[in-house]
């Protein structure tokens, strides 16, 4: 384990007098794949809105290798390297999948919406998002149209669009929800596959995907971390029982 790459502390957002996130601490390794879980209403997507700076702090800090980030805008968090999938990755139905990771790629080298005008530079990048696509085993849907895809395709066509930004932290938010066992085997090895060199944070209620998946589980009840350790530590933490048991019978 490496020292913390993304730390967190005393991370609180307000709604007037309700607290989503209530003095939150994190410490994210380079390297890891890191879940956040816990019952509905837990503060986990507020968490990642405070994190990729979709959402400003109430208080609190977050450092990136050591250098502050709270309160810079989400493109600029963006640019140092923390990645949402949904939020940046924009998923264009009428278009291939092919066009959607070269539209991406286009993005990352800061030239904004000029891909519109310019096929040629859309061309330059054309090996790219190929290899891109074939990492995540789309190669044979490069030209199918995005809206057309199944389910767990899209998915994977997310991921390829957020990894054309070149994120050193990838944030992914219930990235199994609504698939079957096949999609989610898939999905899985995806996220196994692209987090070699990148640290990964995901938001998941599959609890059987954490177990296999995850070096690192921090629980979230009421806003607040309430176990943070090994999925078999948090496992048998009475705390974390009692929050799933309680979130089970409201």
């Not at 020292?3 to 994190?26: P, Q």
């Not at 390297?31 to 990642?48: Q, V």
């Not at 998002?129 to 074939?134: E, G, K, Q, R």
């Not at 994977?156 to 085997?185: C, K, N, V």
């Amino acid at each position: 384990m490496t020292d913390a790459v993304l730390r967190v502390r005393g991370i609180t957002k307000s709604f007037g007098a309700f607290k989503a996130v209530d003095g939150v601490d994190l410490d994210i390794a380079e390297g890891e794949i890191h879940a956040l879980i816990g019952p509905n209403g837990a503060g986990k997507t507020t968490c990642f809105n405070l994190l990729t700076g979709s959402l400003p702090l109430t208080s609190g800090e977050i450092s990136l290798r050591g250098n502050a980030i709270s309160g810079l805008p989400m493109d600029e968090i963006a640019r140092r390297g923390i990645v949402r999938s949904y939020q940046i990755s924009s998923i264009f139905p009428d278009f291939t999948a092919l066009a959607n990771v070269r539209f991406a790629l286009q993005q990352k080298r800061g030239t904004n919406f000029d891909f519109w005008r310019s096929e040629r530079t859309l061309e330059q990048l054309h090996g790219r998002a190929m290899d891109l696509l074939d990492q995540l085993g789309l190669v044979e849907w490069a030209n199918v149209r995005a809206g057309d895809l199944p389910y767990g395709r899209k998915r994977a066509l997310e991921i390829a669009t957020t990894l054309a930004l070149d994120p050193q932290i990838l944030l992914l938010d219930e990235p199994t929800s609504g698939m079957g066992r096949e999609d989610i085997g898939r999905v899985v090895d995806l996220i196994r596959k692209v987090a070699k060199g990148r640290t990964v944070i995901m938001v998941e209620h599959n609890l059987s995907v954490v177990e296999g998946l995850c070096n690192h589980v921090t629980v979230l009840a009421r806003g607040r971390v309430i176990a943070s350790g090994n999925y078999r530590e948090v496992a048998r933490n009475e705390k974390v029982v009692e929050a799933y048991l309680g979130a089970a019978h409201a």
